[in-house]
């Protein structure tokens, strides 16, 4: 199949199983190489639901492997993934970003999400991208030179310059670090997973939430559950303790409002920490 067509085939594909209402979401997709990003094949695929063979390597370097709803490995050493496209474009979605607006990446790996989101703000807008391990950080810098309205970080984002419409958090935490609150302009729209470990699990499960900044209680609704590593400098244990409380679909669903200001814990209060209260 013609290139242009195989990728074309790939994002109507995500716009039925991510149930996609935004055309610029599914533009992206169509538009970003994915391969760029996966390094050379063949490709070694998760398979999730197949314990005995949890990864199948591809027969061949047939594009057609990977412009699929399939997560990727990236370092097989480091448990490593290019995620799941379909949960990554609701995830997106969800935080709606547009021409000309500025997002944070937080957990970029390579860069092909954030070369989705560089799509979706264009020329006139600007992503940084933060990657804590180093030689991804520097992989990524290489492979998104064309778009030059991106800026790759090594780091945590604990050091972040001026505010955003969007942050998006590709790792697993416990909780928003003040410096990513801070971050956000009023009126942006933050995507982060919450998880917390369980045994048999590789990585952190849970949910993750779109806040979206307004005065001191911002409203919070859960976008999609969520399996994903963890997220450096964005995790406590007590926390986790609570949010294990939380993993319940139908008490997650109970969220309603994210509180950033101090206050003295109150029944209302689903996991509170001081900063980050999640609230009913």
Not at 28 to 52: C, H, K, M, N, Y
Not at 87 to 112: D, F, K, N, V
Request: charged share 20%; proline share 5%.
């Amino acid at each position: 199949m013609e290139l242009a067509n195989l990728r074309r085939a790939y994002a109507e594909g995500l716009r039925q199983s991510a149930d996609l209402q935004l055309e610029t979401v599914v533009e992206a997709f169509a538009s970003v190489p994915r391969e760029l990003f996966l390094g050379r094949g063949p490709w070694q695929i998760v398979q999730p639901l197949d314990p005995a063979a949890r990864y199948r390597l591809t027969p061949d370097t047939a594009l057609e492997h990977i412009y699929q709803d399939v997560v990727v490995v990236i370092d097989m050493g480091r448990q490593l993934n290019n995620g799941q496209p379909s949960l990554h474009a609701r995830l997106i979605e969800a935080a709606a970003p547009a021409a000309g607006e500025s997002a944070l990446h937080i957990g970029c790996g390579t860069g092909y999400y954030t070369a989705i989101l560089a799509e979706m703000v264009g020329r006139s807008g600007r992503v940084v991208a933060y990657e804590a391990e180093a030689d991804l950080a520097a992989r990524a810098h290489d492979l998104l030179c064309d778009w030059p309205q991106v800026q790759v970080e090594n780091g945590d984002a604990s050091d972040i310059a001026g505010a955003f419409d969007v942050i998006y958090v590709n790792a697993g935490a416990t909780h928003a670090r003040a410096e990513w609150l801070a971050a956000l302009a009023v009126g942006g729209r933050m995507i982060l997973p919450l998880t917390a470990h369980i045994i048999g699990f590789p990585h952190g499960v849970g949910f993750a939430i779109r806040a979206e900044r307004q005065g001191g209680r911002w409203p919070v609704r859960v976008v999609s559950p969520i399996a994903i590593f963890d997220c450096v400098g964005a995790r406590d244990e007590a926390a986790e303790r609570q949010l294990r409380k939380l993993l319940a679909p139908e008490v997650s669903a109970k969220i309603r409002w994210l509180s950033v200001d101090t206050h003295v814990p109150r029944e209302a209060c689903l996991l509170h920490r001081e900063g980050f209260c999640l609230q009913a």
